[in-house]
């Protein structure tokens, strides 16, 4: 059975930091993209940082670039999500995704974890 379970999420004062990890079980971790997500009340989910099976390759949306760092601890089957610099502006709830290529395409979501950057 695969699970995506996030953790990390919580209330934080603006300029504040949060570590976000999201825990992978039931595939070939090593072998799958995992990005982070995030969708606002009212808004529609965005992409906010892409980070490739081997840990190399790194995207990460404008709004979010040089406050987000992703890494992923394949031994640990785990990626993070370090955000720094907060602003109210991210606030929303954030999914963990993976997505590769088992013999067809496969995606998996997290059930999301919620980050509030309020004071």
């Known amino acids: 059975q695969v699970q995506l379970v996030e953790s990390g999420g919580g209330l934080v004062q603006p300029g504040g930091s949060l570590r976000l990890s999201c825990a992978a079980s039931?595939?070939?971790?090593?072998?799958?993209?995992m990005s982070w997500y995030r969708q606002a009340p009212g808004k529609e989910r965005e992409l906010v940082a892409v980070?490739?099976?081997?840990?190399?390759?790194?995207n990460y949306a404008e709004f979010v670039k040089g406050r987000f760092t992703i890494s992923r601890d394949n031994a640990k089957n785990t990626v993070y999500l370090q955000m720094n610099s907060l602003e109210s502006e991210d606030t929303a709830v954030y999914y963990c995704n993976a997505k590769g290529f088992d013999l067809l395409l496969k995606v998996y979501w997290g059930q999301g974890t919620q980050v509030t950057v309020s004071s």
């Open positions: 039931g595939f070939t971790f090593s072998r799958y993209a």
């Open positions: 980070i490739g099976s081997g840990g190399i390759n790194l």
